[in-house]
């Protein structure tokens, strides 16, 4: 009964075969391999457009790299304030930027809205140059919220964004949760709404440890090899890294796998939702549930040893989301191999709590 | 025939192994598992002394985030002019420690000395403002030309360093070589010998992406494990990169390799030697041979399929190392899996050569 | 009528003849003229105290200078939300300090309180690797809104800070202002205080242009030489910065020059708030006036030939400073220069307003 | 007799009195003032073209903020070995771009020449992503030995630079002085030779501290307006700092000044090769004598109370620029306010030393 992350799971069957698969005599090191080759032409493929992709082993990377890309030192990053970006790499985008600011937007759910980030670029006027140039938009898809930006959301977005000549940027560590989710094709809310670069997660999705920096906008491409290497993510032994990736777009696996860990967390949120006293802090669109629960019951959860975070953030005052007087909020996170036994017997422990 | 690279080379079987072991269920991810534990306490007893370890990606990763925790940005790292932190990185020590300069020194084969590393200090004399701080000498063992530094040779260099209040590192990537051919303690070749932090490297050595960060001076274990996560480098499923460095340190594996390597490297070294034409550009000490050969066997050689670099540095003229009119310095690296077979059959085809 | 900013007035006499006396002769350049070494002995007896003393062209060079010394580049530093280092500078923190985090501290006037500052440092709690180190707490003196913290106030901020070995700065471009207000001892909003660094400005109260970096915790000194230099804010001709700052500091004329501005300030304040339909959005205690007036009289003045800039800040709803309808939140500053003269005229056409 | 440095002469009236002149009433602060626009102006005019400027207070800000400004941080500074940017600022090229690296260029005097720059490049081949982008050619003009690039030079060096898609920086720190010598229109070395960008100084030539970095390519104007600000190097009082310019170059107050200095180097010059065992290490051709003399005349002069400063530099074996056996290297620089008297008695004394 570990609900704590996506990370605390192992590797799925078949990506694991790639990577043993892989493993026959010599390649060319640094990416000039076969299977990082067939990535590229996958991805390709996926999104139906041209495009560059940069394989790294971790979100912050790749979140980085490409936010710095695209940002000047005097440049300024737009993050939603709950976005892993802003709160949980310790600073990643302003090292490789050389000192950018990441300005913090507001919205409930973890996700903004067009009202909020034009709030935010008030701090940053057009025409004033004793501030941050507003550079890069970077939108969380899912969001750490487990919510979703639908196709006509991230196009609002972006139109703002492109209104001040800023690039756009999708930290897609669950961008397969929310294709799932959405049902609709990846473009339709990557470059067709307006997005110039994202990370394409799957380490979260059953992975060992790789993630995508796929470039819409291509021009950045070359400079974006030297950044790689300069930051230590450009991996010798590549075509295990590309093994991994190649192996979830195969036969749409990537897809299978966040709708599997999207079903589990379906299952969960409406068990947790049916029970007495307890209520979801926002609807659940992804593999991620938010619940307000008493603290008794959530004490006896974790007794009998289920594995889930307390959260907290600013903002929930005046909505559901916020705890009353002897509750708390707490996460769940469903991953592609959490299934619906586990979700079951969480379900059934919770249901046998007695406040 | 693939002498191109040790990164060339896929995965050791029991590493493999290894990593096909820790995928069942759940782990706490980060490195909060058990196998990273057991890896700490796997240096202990290598390096028979009190140590921090720090596991990460790549070998570009482990010597800059080393470097820069000792290096303010006001620093200087002085490093040989051919080490692979000076001319492989793309000034990943200067992007680590924002802004810090990389001071080449010189030597031949790679390898400073007291009185080159003593020339090259004199660039920041003591009491100047106007120029960098001598922050950390850094030292590449084996060297990029698979040379080797004795223990009393890092003592005399790390005597130099101190009497400058420098931190002295180890850039290991082959550092199993250099024990494999030593045959001392890893201790005699690292803190015993005055090193405060080292790249202790698992990559090139068969497994699939890791190297450890080594501290002996612990003290700056926090603020490295803040550099890390904001490099990108805080792997989430930090099990499978531990696995790998797990069967790496078990029974002696990484010795056992490296001897393999470096095995093979002397019978390619004393095969070429013994040909018409060819000599050595230095000795061959570890598992990089450096050979000066016709051009002509070089082109016969490159016929018939053998995957070799050309080299070229500064600092030749007047050595054997020096092509003469018609002759060319090739490197050649051996693999824990190149094995006698590839060595002789490539042997075997310069034998074939008729000048 | 200029109230836009101490800025914008010129030399004091006194200054300027300094500045003349120094021209005779040659001097040894960068910092080692006998001016430079009178202006440190002077700073000594100022805050009787032993420090170190680096003069700078800015007060932007000094605070970014000072902040970066003291945090390393995953630290972060605690400023208030409408500091001058928050808002006005352009990342100057950041840029120094190789990617720090700025964290914006909230309270009204400008001025942070210990409930607020620890409300800002939960968001890096001990112990969490995942968030920036607090490094810094930076506190302006006078505030941006012209208010003060009383010597027990910084105390027991740097009493918050010291708790998590946190160094503590004051931004003190308007130091001046906020002693003569006080009528305490320098010191004892300084290091009796808990400062280990400041920025005394000069260049707001009379001088041409130079600041102060005072250092308490001299530690850092040598390291700061560096800095200074590295950052192109030494300068050759050294002699005719001391030579402003030296008179300023003899015979008192800093303190008289804030006190003259300070007492326009007052006077400027005691006639708009004896104005119908004006009041002050907080008390005027140094050299600048923050009035709320309606609309008419706010455009009168400005068609009169007024200069001064409205004003906008966020946490102003439900206070007195809170512009209602037809209303509008204005500043004035008055300089050392401003002078009774110029108070009068501009209230004489304020009384002239006919709403 | 000093002839230590151009920094240790102080202020020519002229420009003492233009900064008197700018002390009446208020003024737009930041660069908003007259004088600043008339600045502006007068460039326009001696470079015949359009142009935009920036005031600073010193060389380094001039130059690494101008650099930085064409510059990745994964770029490439190629700059003499003898440069100021490469020795003398601890590294504020580094810094202001975020980690770029400075690749040095050999040369003899100082100057670099179309083979040594070629050679340079080598070390950043085209097509290959392990090393910097080149990114800025900084040619230093008058150089640090006092030597002098035609307007040919600098045409030849730049079409090198241009055809690796660099842009082409002067630090004319000593630019009136090579201007002076030259006797061509400043555009010839400067825009019209290739060059993008350069750093033109006057604190060494009778100013008090300023300097204009002057861009051919405008594009950069707004990026470094953000820059120079984030910096600490926007000025307030900028008007104080822009009448220094402002009488430099009026009545060709600038080029006059040079040509004394130039004048009274030469007188030197000329003196110092007419004794005996003194010879010239290179010709002089603007303000520098750079002579070997035997050490006891050394020491002669030392004792005299004369100020120069010893020479050492890497490249001399072989020229007669190389101290034989008893002889030393010494620099004499010449300011506009050295004048022929000074330059008479320091001959007289070094006339009457009897070896």
């Known amino acids: 009964m570990d609900f704590s992350s996506d990370n605390s799971f ?25 299977i990082t080759a067939r990535v590229k032409a996958r991805f390709r493929d996926l999104f139906e457009t041209d495009l560059e992709v940069l394989l790294v082993p971790t979100g912050t990377a790749a979140n980085a790299l490409a936010v710095s890309a695209f940002t000047p030192t005097v440049g300024a990053v737009f993050a939603h304030a709950e976005a892993h970006i802003a709160v949980e790499e310790c600073g990643s985008a302003e090292f490789f930027s050389g000192g950018a600011r990441l300005v913090p937007v507001t919205g409930f759910g973890a996700r903004m809205t067009p009202a909020t980030l034009a709030a935010a670029l008030e701090a940053c006027p057009e025409g004033n140059s004793r501030v941050h140039v507003p ?3 970077t939108l969380t898809q899912a969001t750490e919220c487990g919510t979703l930006y639908r196709p006509d959301d991230i196009a609002a977005l972006a139109e703002i964004a492109r209104s001040r000549s800023m690039a756009v940027h999708i930290d897609g560590a669950r961008f397969a949760n929310a294709v799932a989710a959405l049902g609709c094709p990846p473009a339709d809310i990557a ?17 060992m440890s790789v993630e995508a920096l796929v470039l819409f906008d291509t021009s950045k491409a070359a400079e974006l090899d030297r950044l790689r290497l300069r930051a230590g993510h450009l991996l010798s ?16 696996l990537w897809l299978k796998l966040a709708g599997d860990a999207n079903a589990a967390a379906a299952r969960l ?48 005052a005046g909505t559901d989301a916020m705890p009353g007087k002897g509750e708390e909020l707490r996460r769940l996170i469903c991953s592609f191999d959490t299934g619906t036994g586990a979700v079951d017997r969480f379900l059934a422990v919770a249901r046998g709590y007695n406040g």
Request: net charge negative; hydrophobic share 50%; with cysteine.
């Open 10 to 34: 192992g590797v799925h069957p078949a990506i694991m075969d790639a990577v043993l698969a892989a493993n026959g005599g010599t390649a060319v090191s640094y990416g000039g391999d076969d």
């Open 269 to 316: 949120s409406a068990g947790l939702a049916a029970l007495d006293g307890v209520r979801l802090a926002w609807p659940t669109e992804a593999n991620e549930v938010f619940a307000v629960m008493p603290s008794g019951l959530s004490a006896h959860l974790d007794r009998a040893g289920a594995r889930f975070h307390g959260w907290t953030t600013v903002g929930l």
């Open 135 to 137: 550079s890069v938009l």
């Open 191 to 207: 470059w067709r709404a307006g997005v110039d670069v994202m990370t394409f997660g799957a380490t979260k999705n059953g992975a």
């Open 237 to 252: 032994k590549m075509r295990f890294m590309a093994a991994q990736m190649d192996a979830c777009l195969a036969d749409g």
